[in-house]
Structures are given as structure tokens and as C-alpha cells.
């Protein structure tokens, strides 16, 4: 449990600094809004695409790994915004609920956590998960384009969810790092720097400005974001467990791999999203505040169980 509580302990306290922060009136009222679009058009841009081309496709190869992490993440994601938009009948929210769902935080905590409970070996299925999760933000941003436009014909619904994914640098950017990467060509290294410079930006601007959201008060219940928390840590790794060992047999260290990404908490990906639409991101800051503290046990305990099965 000591090594989970190292890797949670500082995601944890940078969103109690954004906390504290502003509700001390050191961070104004603006502070969250400036944070938001520093990290969603430079810094996480920055991360993804450093992450990609640090990558290359050679590692992410594994279709038995790809498709049990894919089908986990899909089925939690289907079903959290099923349940959601038949409550809410809003397509958007539905999808962002969906995300905070099945986001795992595989880039800040999965890489650690892996390396540290499976050795070496672990970095393979933390970095193929990486990429798993740029898919479910795509096919959560198409169904947030579809719910914002549904007013719209659908011929310029299409037309405008191609135009958004292609404008969007939160997806832009690892695809840019994916093209480069197999081009075997070697950025120059004070472009390399300050890329690097703004990719270890992303993370602790992300986790302050979601301390800073967790001020307003949510009109929505507080059983919505217990209700998504609870998909994300419990039902999101049995269900990667079921399809990756009784069903497809995958060698023990990938099922292990599995487990322990499945189970992480829900990364800043999705509030990012939120803050890209203008939407409400306070049930997702509350979502990655909760998996984050609750990710201590449960992480805990699906590591036990998974080195015993």
C-alpha cells in the first residue's frame, strides 16, 4: 500500500493547494479560467505530444492487452452514459460522465504504479493504455459534438464533429507525435526543451485548477459523482480482469497490468474537455477528487487480488 500512497499523495495535495489557494484569495476568481487554457492549448498538448513521440507504434503492438483495456473502457463508458442521458436526456453531459468514467490516469500515476509493482516489464501495457484513453477522449468528443449540435441537420452535425476533431490540440497533438515518431526524424533540442518545459507544466496546472473548481458549489446531487466514481475504481478493473484472464488468457503480467490501469482514478483529461466546451466541470472535479483519495484502498486491494488470482 505505501508505494499506491506515494503515487496518490501528490495528485492529492496539488488539488488541495488549488483548494487552499483560492480560498485564501491568493488565486482570484479568474485564476481557475487562465489555468484551463494554458494547459488545454499549450501544456497538455505539449505532454501528448511528447508522450507519442517518445512512444513510437513499435511499443503499443499487443492486441490481446489493446482489446481487453479498449473493451473495458468502452463497456463502462456505454453504460455510465446510457444510464446518464436516460436521467438527464442531455446527450453532452451523458458524455462527459461517460469519460470521468472510464479516463483513467494512466500517464501521471500508471507509468509509476506499474514500473513499481511489475518492474520493467509494466512500462509496455502503462504506455499502450496511454493511447487507449486519446481513443476514448475522440469517441467522447464525437458524442459531445453530436449533443451540443443536435438541433442541427445531419449532414452539418457530421461536417462540424470532423472540423472540431480536427481543430481539437488535445487530439491533435499525440496524433502529430505518432507521425513524427515514424518519421525517425530528431527534433531539434531547444524546440525538444521547450516542449519538454511546457509537458511538465500540464499536470500540476490541471490538478490546481480542478482545487480551484471544487470551490463552486454543484447544483447536480452528490450521488452522481459517487455513483461515476464508483464505476471508474470498482466496476472499470473487474470488468478489464473478466476479459483479460477467463476470457482471452492473457499471460500473467499483462492481466496484473490491466487490473492496476483499470482501477487508477480518473485523470484531468476529462475536466480539460469540460473546460475546451465551456461546460460544467464541477462533477468531474468532484469524480477525480474522490477516485484519487478512494484510489488509496481500492488500488490497494485489487493489487492484492491480482497477485493472488
Not at 252 to 269: F, M, R
Request: hydrophobic share 55%.
Amino acid at each position: 500500500m505505501l508505494y499506491v500512497f506515494n503515487v496518490v499523495l501528490p495528485v492529492f495535495l496539488l488539488i488541495l493547494i488549488g483548494y487552499v489557494g483560492g480560498r485564501a484569495g491568493k488565486l482570484g476568481i479568474n485564476a481557475s479560467t487562465e489555468l484551463n487554457r494554458f494547459v488545454v492549448w499549450l501544456a497538455l498538448p505539449a505532454q501528448l505530444f511528447n508522450f507519442a513521440v517518445n512512444s513510437g507504434w513499435q511499443t503499443l503492438w499487443q492486441p490481446g492487452f489493446i482489446t481487453a483495456f479498449f473493451l473495458s473502457c468502452l463497456i463502462v463508458f456505454a453504460l455510465v452514459l446510457l444510464v446518464s442521458w436516460i436521467r438527464h436526456r442531455d446527450l453532452a453531459a451523458a458524455s462527459f460522465d461517460g469519460l470521468s468514467a472510464s479516463y483513467s490516469n494512466t500517464g501521471y500515476m500508471g507509468i509509476p504504479l506499474c514500473a513499481l509493482a511489475l518492474g520493467q516489464d509494466g512500462l509496455a501495457p502503462a504506455i499502450i493504455s496511454t493511447f487507449i484513453v486519446f481513443v476514448m477522449f475522440a469517441l467522447a468528443t464525437v458524442f459531445i459534438e453530436i449533443g451540443i449540435l443536435s438541433h442541427k441537420k445531419s449532414h452539418e452535425i457530421v461536417l462540424s464533429v470532423i472540423k472540431s476533431l480536427c481543430t481539437n490540440p488535445l487530439l491533435i497533438a499525440p496524433v502529430a507525435g505518432l507521425i513524427w515518431a515514424s518519421s525517425e526524424l530528431t527534433l531539434y533540442d531547444p524546440i525538444a526543451q521547450v516542449i519538454s518545459f511546457l509537458a511538465a507544466a500540464s499536470t500540476p496546472c490541471a490538478l490546481i485548477s480542478i482545487g480551484l473548481f471544487l470551490i463552486q458549489k454543484s447544483t447536480a446531487p452528490p450521488g452522481r459523482a459517487w455513483g461515476i466514481s464508483l464505476s471508474k475504481l470498482i466496476l472499470q478493473p473487474l470488468i478489464a480482469w473478466m476479459i483479460a484472464g477467463p476470457i482471452l488468457g492473457l499471460p500473467e503480467l499483462w492481466v496484473s497490468a490491466i487490473v492496476i490501469l483499470s482501477a487508477l482514478p480518473t485523470g484531468t483529461g476529462p475536466f480539460m474537455l469540460a473546460q475546451y466546451y465551456k461546460a460544467d466541470g464541477s462533477i468531474i472535479s468532484r469524480v477525480v477528487l474522490i477516485t484519487t483519495v478512494s484510489s488509496l484502498l481500492t488500488l490497494s486491494l485489487f493489487l492484492w487480488w491480482s497477485n493472488g488470482v
